[in-house]
Protein backbone atom coordinates (compact mmCIF):
# COMPACT_ATOMS: atom_id res chain seq x y z
CA UNK A 1 0.00 0.00 0.00
CA UNK A 2 3.04 2.14 1.07
CA UNK A 3 6.29 1.95 -0.43
CA UNK A 4 9.12 3.97 0.55
CA UNK A 5 12.32 3.67 -1.94
CA UNK A 6 15.46 5.01 -0.87
CA UNK A 7 14.40 8.38 0.38
CA UNK A 8 16.86 11.10 1.56
CA UNK A 9 15.34 14.15 2.88
CA UNK A 10 17.08 17.34 3.09
CA UNK A 11 15.95 20.70 5.34
CA UNK A 12 18.96 23.14 4.29
CA UNK A 13 21.41 21.13 3.93
CA UNK A 14 21.40 18.47 6.23
CA UNK A 15 20.08 15.02 6.04
CA UNK A 16 16.82 14.50 8.22
CA UNK A 17 16.08 10.98 6.71
CA UNK A 18 19.09 9.39 5.01
CA UNK A 19 18.53 5.90 2.00
CA UNK A 20 14.80 4.93 3.88
CA UNK A 21 13.29 2.00 2.57
CA UNK A 22 10.31 0.25 3.61
CA UNK A 23 6.84 -1.07 2.65
CA UNK A 24 4.00 -0.85 4.54
CA UNK A 25 0.78 -3.45 3.74
CA UNK A 26 -2.91 -2.68 3.88
CA UNK A 27 -4.40 -2.50 8.04
CA UNK A 28 -1.10 -2.65 9.52
CA UNK A 29 -0.26 -1.49 12.98
CA UNK A 30 3.23 0.25 12.44
CA UNK A 31 4.66 1.98 15.50
CA UNK A 32 7.74 4.68 14.56
CA UNK A 33 10.04 5.12 16.99
CA UNK A 34 13.08 7.34 17.38
CA UNK A 35 14.47 10.13 19.57
CA UNK A 36 14.17 14.02 19.62
CA UNK A 37 14.84 15.05 16.04
CA UNK A 38 15.44 11.54 14.61
CA UNK A 39 12.95 12.87 11.79
CA UNK A 40 9.91 10.85 12.59
CA UNK A 41 7.17 13.97 12.03
CA UNK A 42 9.38 14.79 8.90
CA UNK A 43 9.20 11.02 7.52
CA UNK A 44 5.35 11.28 8.44
CA UNK A 45 4.91 14.65 6.58
CA UNK A 46 6.32 12.56 3.53
CA UNK A 47 3.87 9.97 3.51
CA UNK A 48 1.36 12.91 3.91
CA UNK A 49 2.49 14.34 1.17
CA UNK A 50 3.19 17.66 2.56
CA UNK A 51 6.97 17.75 1.81
CA UNK A 52 8.30 15.64 -1.17
CA UNK A 53 12.03 13.81 -0.78
CA UNK A 54 15.32 15.06 -2.73
CA UNK A 55 16.37 11.81 -3.28
CA UNK A 56 14.59 8.40 -3.98
CA UNK A 57 10.92 7.39 -4.27
CA UNK A 58 7.31 7.08 -2.56
CA UNK A 59 4.60 4.68 -3.83
CA UNK A 60 1.11 5.14 -2.80
CA UNK A 61 -1.06 2.10 -3.99
CA UNK A 62 1.88 2.11 -6.71
CA UNK A 63 0.68 5.41 -7.92
CA UNK A 64 4.36 7.67 -6.99
CA UNK A 65 3.71 10.36 -5.05
CA UNK A 66 5.26 13.82 -6.20
CA UNK A 67 4.19 17.24 -6.09
CA UNK A 68 3.17 17.20 -9.72
CA UNK A 69 1.40 14.15 -9.04
CA UNK A 70 -0.66 16.09 -6.09
CA UNK A 71 -1.37 18.81 -8.78
CA UNK A 72 -3.46 16.63 -10.34
CA UNK A 73 -7.00 18.24 -8.43
CA UNK A 74 -8.86 14.42 -8.60
CA UNK A 75 -6.05 12.28 -7.78
CA UNK A 76 -4.99 15.10 -4.97
CA UNK A 77 -8.63 14.74 -3.34
CA UNK A 78 -9.01 11.22 -3.20
CA UNK A 79 -5.32 11.16 -1.92
CA UNK A 80 -6.41 13.44 0.99
CA UNK A 81 -9.13 11.27 1.82
CA UNK A 82 -7.64 8.36 2.44
CA UNK A 83 -4.57 9.25 4.38
CA UNK A 84 -4.51 11.44 6.85
CA UNK A 85 -2.64 13.06 9.86
CA UNK A 86 -2.83 13.51 13.72
CA UNK A 87 -0.31 16.77 14.17
CA UNK A 88 2.10 16.39 16.78
CA UNK A 89 0.63 19.64 18.38
CA UNK A 90 -2.91 19.59 17.99
CA UNK A 91 -2.62 23.65 17.89
CA UNK A 92 -1.07 23.75 14.60
CA UNK A 93 -4.36 21.68 13.15
CA UNK A 94 -7.12 24.06 15.21
CA UNK A 95 -8.21 27.10 13.19
CA UNK A 96 -12.39 26.89 12.93
CA UNK A 97 -14.68 29.05 15.45
CA UNK A 98 -16.50 26.35 16.86
CA UNK A 99 -15.79 22.37 17.55
CA UNK A 100 -18.11 21.49 14.83
CA UNK A 101 -17.06 23.35 11.87
CA UNK A 102 -13.73 21.88 13.14
CA UNK A 103 -14.84 18.27 12.67
CA UNK A 104 -16.74 19.52 9.78
CA UNK A 105 -14.05 21.42 7.63
CA UNK A 106 -12.19 18.53 5.99
CA UNK A 107 -15.53 17.37 4.98
CA UNK A 108 -16.46 20.19 3.81
CA UNK A 109 -13.71 20.92 1.41
CA UNK A 110 -13.65 17.23 0.03
CA UNK A 111 -17.30 17.70 -0.76
CA UNK A 112 -18.53 15.08 1.24
CA UNK A 113 -22.64 15.01 1.60
CA UNK A 114 -23.87 13.41 4.94
CA UNK A 115 -21.65 16.27 7.12
CA UNK A 116 -24.02 16.08 10.12
CA UNK A 117 -24.23 12.70 10.95
CA UNK A 118 -20.68 12.02 10.15
CA UNK A 119 -19.73 15.65 12.86
CA UNK A 120 -22.28 14.46 15.44
CA UNK A 121 -21.25 10.39 15.18
CA UNK A 122 -17.49 11.09 15.92
CA UNK A 123 -17.96 13.62 17.93
CA UNK A 124 -19.92 11.09 20.15
CA UNK A 125 -17.60 8.27 19.88
CA UNK A 126 -14.73 10.50 21.05
CA UNK A 127 -16.95 12.36 23.89
CA UNK A 128 -16.37 15.92 23.04
CA UNK A 129 -20.49 16.19 21.64
CA UNK A 130 -21.10 19.07 24.43
CA UNK A 131 -18.68 20.61 22.97
CA UNK A 132 -19.48 21.14 19.37
CA UNK A 133 -21.05 24.69 19.84
CA UNK A 134 -17.50 25.76 21.76
CA UNK A 135 -14.35 26.97 20.55
CA UNK A 136 -11.75 24.44 20.13
CA UNK A 137 -9.20 26.78 21.70
CA UNK A 138 -11.05 26.95 24.91
CA UNK A 139 -9.82 23.28 24.99
CA UNK A 140 -7.72 21.07 27.21
CA UNK A 141 -4.63 19.81 25.44
CA UNK A 142 -6.46 16.19 25.55
CA UNK A 143 -9.58 17.52 24.30
CA UNK A 144 -7.95 19.52 21.49
CA UNK A 145 -6.33 16.37 20.46
CA UNK A 146 -9.68 14.23 20.43
CA UNK A 147 -11.62 17.44 18.41
CA UNK A 148 -8.46 16.96 15.92
CA UNK A 149 -8.81 13.06 15.64
CA UNK A 150 -12.58 13.46 14.87
CA UNK A 151 -11.81 15.50 12.50
CA UNK A 152 -9.84 13.24 10.60
CA UNK A 153 -11.84 10.05 11.45
CA UNK A 154 -15.22 12.14 10.05
CA UNK A 155 -13.51 11.66 6.95
CA UNK A 156 -13.05 7.92 6.99
CA UNK A 157 -9.85 7.55 5.79
CA UNK A 158 -7.88 4.20 5.15
CA UNK A 159 -4.41 5.36 6.54
CA UNK A 160 -3.95 7.33 9.50
CA UNK A 161 -0.63 8.52 11.03
CA UNK A 162 -0.31 9.67 14.07
CA UNK A 163 2.45 12.15 15.52
CA UNK A 164 2.31 11.11 19.26
CA UNK A 165 -0.97 10.94 19.63
CA UNK A 166 -0.98 10.53 23.78
CA UNK A 167 1.51 13.60 24.46
CA UNK A 168 -1.23 15.46 25.70
CA UNK A 169 -3.29 12.72 27.23
CA UNK A 170 -3.77 11.61 30.57
CA UNK A 171 -3.37 7.40 31.49
CA UNK A 172 -7.50 6.80 31.17
CA UNK A 173 -7.86 8.55 27.76
CA UNK A 174 -4.03 7.33 26.91
CA UNK A 175 -5.78 3.89 27.51
CA UNK A 176 -8.88 4.55 25.53
CA UNK A 177 -6.98 5.29 22.77
CA UNK A 178 -5.06 2.45 22.44
CA UNK A 179 -7.74 0.57 22.37
CA UNK A 180 -9.91 2.22 20.04
CA UNK A 181 -6.81 2.76 17.49
CA UNK A 182 -6.76 -1.19 17.96
CA UNK A 183 -10.20 -1.75 17.03
CA UNK A 184 -10.50 1.11 13.88
CA UNK A 185 -10.12 -1.14 10.56
CA UNK A 186 -7.29 0.62 9.37
CA UNK A 187 -3.80 1.12 8.30
CA UNK A 188 -1.75 3.10 10.97
CA UNK A 189 1.32 4.18 11.73
CA UNK A 190 1.96 5.83 14.90
CA UNK A 191 5.11 7.82 16.42
CA UNK A 192 6.77 7.61 19.66
CA UNK A 193 9.48 7.88 21.99
CA UNK A 194 7.99 6.41 24.68
CA UNK A 195 9.08 2.47 24.57
CA UNK A 196 6.31 1.47 27.09
CA UNK A 197 3.87 2.81 25.12
CA UNK A 198 5.04 1.05 21.48
CA UNK A 199 4.87 -2.06 22.63
CA UNK A 200 0.82 -1.40 22.78
CA UNK A 201 0.48 0.43 19.52
CA UNK A 202 1.42 -1.58 17.00
CA UNK A 203 3.09 -5.12 16.39
CA UNK A 204 5.72 -3.85 14.00
CA UNK A 205 8.28 -1.18 15.00
CA UNK A 206 10.57 1.15 12.40
CA UNK A 207 13.17 2.50 14.01
CA UNK A 208 14.91 5.62 13.51
CA UNK A 209 18.79 6.58 14.69
CA UNK A 210 20.08 9.60 16.10
CA UNK A 211 21.97 10.15 12.81
CA UNK A 212 18.51 9.73 10.52
CA UNK A 213 19.15 6.04 9.52
CA UNK A 214 16.00 3.19 9.51
CA UNK A 215 18.04 0.86 12.02
CA UNK A 216 15.04 -1.50 12.71
CA UNK A 217 12.15 -2.95 10.85
CA UNK A 218 10.32 -6.01 12.73
CA UNK A 219 8.89 -7.21 15.86
CA UNK A 220 9.07 -4.91 18.41
CA UNK A 221 8.66 -7.29 20.95
CA UNK A 222 11.91 -8.42 19.43
CA UNK A 223 13.58 -4.89 19.22
CA UNK A 224 12.91 -4.36 23.03
CA UNK A 225 15.35 -7.43 23.88
CA UNK A 226 18.13 -6.23 21.96
CA UNK A 227 19.70 -4.05 24.44
CA UNK A 228 22.42 -3.19 21.49
CA UNK A 229 19.52 -1.83 19.19
CA UNK A 230 18.45 -0.31 21.56
CA UNK A 231 21.83 1.72 22.55
CA UNK A 232 22.14 2.27 18.97
CA UNK A 233 18.62 3.67 19.13
CA UNK A 234 19.60 6.47 22.35
CA UNK A 235 16.41 5.12 23.71
CA UNK A 236 17.86 3.73 26.34
CA UNK A 237 20.30 5.38 29.11
CA UNK A 238 23.05 4.26 31.42
CA UNK A 239 22.89 5.87 35.20
CA UNK A 240 25.58 5.93 37.11
CA UNK A 241 23.19 6.38 40.15
CA UNK A 242 25.01 8.34 42.54
CA UNK A 243 26.88 5.88 45.39
CA UNK A 244 24.91 3.24 44.81
CA UNK A 245 25.96 0.02 43.30
CA UNK A 246 23.12 -0.98 40.59
CA UNK A 247 24.45 0.33 37.13
CA UNK A 248 21.92 -0.95 34.65
CA UNK A 249 20.72 0.12 32.01
CA UNK A 250 16.75 2.00 31.87
CA UNK A 251 14.43 2.34 30.00
CA UNK A 252 12.64 5.75 30.04
CA UNK A 253 8.99 5.45 30.31
CA UNK A 254 8.40 9.13 30.02
N1 LIG B 1 10.89 23.17 8.84
C1 LIG B 1 12.13 22.80 9.21
N2 LIG B 1 13.22 23.47 8.77
C2 LIG B 1 14.46 23.10 9.13
N3 LIG B 1 14.73 22.04 9.94
C3 LIG B 1 13.69 21.36 10.40
C4 LIG B 1 12.34 21.68 10.08
N4 LIG B 1 11.51 20.80 10.69
C5 LIG B 1 12.31 19.96 11.38
N5 LIG B 1 13.61 20.28 11.22
C6 LIG B 1 14.76 19.57 11.79
O1 LIG B 1 14.72 18.23 11.34
C7 LIG B 1 15.09 17.33 12.37
C8 LIG B 1 14.05 16.24 12.50
O2 LIG B 1 12.84 16.81 12.91
P1 LIG B 1 11.54 15.96 13.18
O3 LIG B 1 10.51 16.94 13.62
O4 LIG B 1 11.25 15.13 12.01
O5 LIG B 1 12.03 15.03 14.38
P2 LIG B 1 11.17 14.07 15.33
O6 LIG B 1 11.81 12.74 15.30
O7 LIG B 1 9.74 14.18 14.98
O8 LIG B 1 11.43 14.71 16.77
P3 LIG B 1 10.45 14.84 18.07
O9 LIG B 1 10.52 13.54 18.81
O10 LIG B 1 11.08 15.93 18.85
O11 LIG B 1 9.09 15.18 17.60
C9 LIG B 1 15.29 18.16 13.62
O12 LIG B 1 16.66 18.33 13.84
C10 LIG B 1 14.64 19.49 13.29
O13 LIG B 1 15.31 20.55 13.90
MG1 LIG C 1 8.11 14.86 15.92
Known amino acids: MIKIQNITFKYD???ILKDISFEVREKEKIVLLG?????????????????????????????EINEKKLKEREFARKFRKEIVLLFQNPDTMIFNPTVYDEIAFGLRQLGISDIDDRVRYWANKLGIYKYLDKSPFELSGGEK????????LAVEPEVMLLDEPTANLDPRTTGWLIDFLYELDLTT????????????????GLVLSEDHYLIYDGDIKEFMKDIEKLKKANLVHFHKHNNRED???????F
Not at 40 to 46: E, G, M, R
Not at 145 to 152: D, I, M, P, R, Y
Open 13 to 15: NSE
Open 35 to 63: INGSGKSTLLKIINGLIFPQKGKYFYKNE
Open 145 to 152: QKVCLASL
Open 189 to 204: IITTHNLGLALELGER
Open 247 to 253: KHYHIHD
